[in-house]
């Protein structure tokens, strides 16, 4: 079986501005034809990341290779290789749907015949066709993301670089952009993902890295990530100010030795065994918890525990 190609491979890549330290040191691979993801906080080093790899802001230190080349020696080459969806749309609002197409496909020298026949497969791909000759003003933001993913894909690229592409997006919108990522993932494209949104990581990456304070602090199969860090279940309990350390002290007894998280007004336990959960969930119920939820563990919960929660010994 042959070895999947690697489409981007990092090695010590660093990233400063000035004395601040973006990227400090990342290790990581991209293969064909995954959907590889890049997850964190704002501040992280996702954006700075993402901004070497397409070519846009130089390398400090380290080694990167975007399809077998060098940024630092060949970036308009490796910039009509890619693809690359903005987190703000920045479609011509002076042009048509189907012009906004023909348009970019000049910046690769497209001749007219390829450049007009692939603006309408594209069109057709992300179900735009019956707007083509419509204002870009007359779209809901919904249409905007698809003609964007459309208008990066014009130079047929070998990577697509995605970022926050459903940010703003009702749910229908944003699960429609999700079928039709799929479906340029089943046709062999590979891509790379930021995004806040940790049901869009999970629906589309095959592997992610969570970063944090510009250190890559763990990667995996979101599937894995989840079994790791978090286990099978969560239990949410809302801690009503009277019941506050009266309810802290049974979910103590009750789950001894389980890692806990207290956010605010809830807390989060975490636990494999789901018969300990149940009978916290119970032994809660009966002494009418504010809130109490039993629940399957996210990626979400992942992300919240390695970045953003403190634990409850």
Known sequence: MTAPRTVVEAHGLVKRFGDLVAV?????????????????????????????ITCVSPITAGELRVLGRDPRREPR?????????????NLDPDLTVLANLLVYARYFDLPAAVAEERAWENLRLMALEEKASERIEHLSGGLKRRLTVARALINQPSLLVLDEPTTGLDPQARHLVWQKLRQLK?????????????????????????MDRSHIIARGRPAELVATYVGEQVLEVRLGFDERERTLALLRELVPGREMDEVEDTVYVYAQDGQAIDQAVVSLLERRADQVTLRRATLEDVFLRLTGRGLIE
């Open 77 to 89: 080459v490796i910039k009509g290789l890619i693809g690359v969806v903005p987190q703000e749309d």
């Open 186 to 210: 089943r046709q062999g494209v590979t891509m790379v993902l930021t995004t806040h949104n940790m049901e869009e990581a999970a629906q589309l990456c095959d592997r992610v890295v969570v």
């Open 24 to 52: 400090d040191g990342i290790d990581f691979e991209i293969v064909e034809p995954e959907c590889f993801g890049f997850l964190g906080p704002n501040g992280a080093g996702k954006t700075s990341t993402i901004r070497m």
